[in-house]
């Protein structure tokens, strides 16, 4: 299983970016794509995951209404669409994949099997 993580880009505060996990190395769409960020000298926070068999989508409190995760199955892909990022401190953005179909999200860190290098995502005032 391998996970590219791009379009992490200098964004200027209250822009937009989209981000893109594309997973290969499996086939289906029994799996779970997490996003997760990091930002310097802090702890990691989940920001978002989708269950992409059955579109079950969870987000932080901190990105509720900003952010948007979707999917193209086609392409085996998950995207997170990222608005108005005046609010949030550069962090490198993760994407990571479990196998398959929770009953409930967010999961935990330690859930997700597998985890992209991370891009990422500068804010600048």
């Known amino acids: 299983v391998h996970l590219a993580e791009s379009g992490g880009t200098l964004v200027q505060a209250g822009g937009s970016l989209r981000l893109s996990c594309a997973a290969s190395?499996?086939?289906?769409?029994?799996?779970?794509t997490g996003w997760v960020r990091q930002a310097p000298g802090k702890e990691r926070e989940g920001v978002s995951c989708?269950?992409?068999?059955?579109?079950?989508?969870w987000y932080a409190d901190s990105v509720k209404g900003r952010f948007t995760v979707s999917k193209d199955v086609a392409k085996n892909t998950v995207y997170l669409q990222m608005n108005d990022l005046d609010s949030e401190a550069p962090s490198i953005y993760y994407c990571?994949?479990?196998?398959?179909?929770?009953?409930?999200?967010?999961?935990?860190?330690?859930?997700?099997?597998?985890w992209g290098l991370g891009t990422q995502v500068p804010v600048s005032s």
């Open positions: 990571a994949v479990t196998f398959g179909t929770p009953n409930a999200l967010p999961l935990r860190d330690d859930d997700y099997g597998y």
């Open positions: 190395g499996f086939a289906g769409d029994f799996y779970v």
């Open positions: 989708m269950s992409v068999s059955d579109d079950l989508t």
